[in-house]
């Protein structure tokens, strides 16, 4: 038969035996939430990389349309020095749009690459 002091004892070793189990669990749990996080920002990292060479893609894209535009308006002008003053004006025009074009393309890609790297609301940054 026990005691009351075995009894205590016994229930102080249980005690001391649970503390440390939940220390421990706790280790687990925050190398987990570690472990997580670190899960997202590389996925993150991949992301930014995927759409940095999409722009990048896009870019050179555009810009190798203007540099053709660019090349045909010159060969153009060269060709019409008599009505100059009319092929400059639709030259202009051309240039102008293929100007605006990789522009507006440039801003939306860094637009998108920007909105990527946002972290997305709810989630603890």
């Given at each position: 038969?026990?005691?009351?002091?075995?009894?205590?004892?016994?229930?102080?070793?249980?005690?001391?035996?649970?503390?440390?189990?939940?220390?421990?669990?706790?280790?687990?749990l925050a190398?987990?939430?570690?472990?997580?996080?670190?899960?997202?920002?590389?996925?993150?990292?991949?992301?930014?990389?995927?759409?940095?060479?999409?722009?990048?893609?896009?870019?050179?894209?555009?810009?190798?349309?203007?540099?053709?535009?660019?090349?045909?308006?010159?060969?153009?002008?060269?060709?019409?020095?008599?009505?100059?003053?009319?092929?400059?004006?639709?030259?202009?025009?051309?240039?102008?749009?293929?100007?605006?074009?990789?522009?507006?393309?440039?801003?939306?890609?860094?637009s998108q690459?920007?909105?990527?790297?946002?972290?997305?609301?709810?989630?603890?940054?």
């Open positions: 038969m026990s005691t009351t002091d075995d009894r205590i004892a016994k229930l102080e070793e249980q005690i001391s035996s649970l503390h440390a189990q939940q220390v421990e669990l706790r280790k687990q190398k987990a939430q570690l472990d997580q996080w670190q899960g997202r920002f590389d996925e993150l990292e991949v992301q930014m990389h995927l759409a940095s060479k999409e722009a990048g893609d896009k870019a050179n894209a555009l810009m190798e349309q203007l540099r053709g535009r660019w090349a045909d308006a010159r060969r153009q002008m060269e060709e019409s020095i008599s009505t100059a003053s009319s092929v400059a004006d639709t030259v202009r025009a051309g240039l102008e749009k293929a100007y605006t074009d990789l522009r507006k393309a440039l801003l939306e890609s860094a690459v920007t909105a990527k790297a946002k972290p997305e609301p709810g989630k603890p940054t």
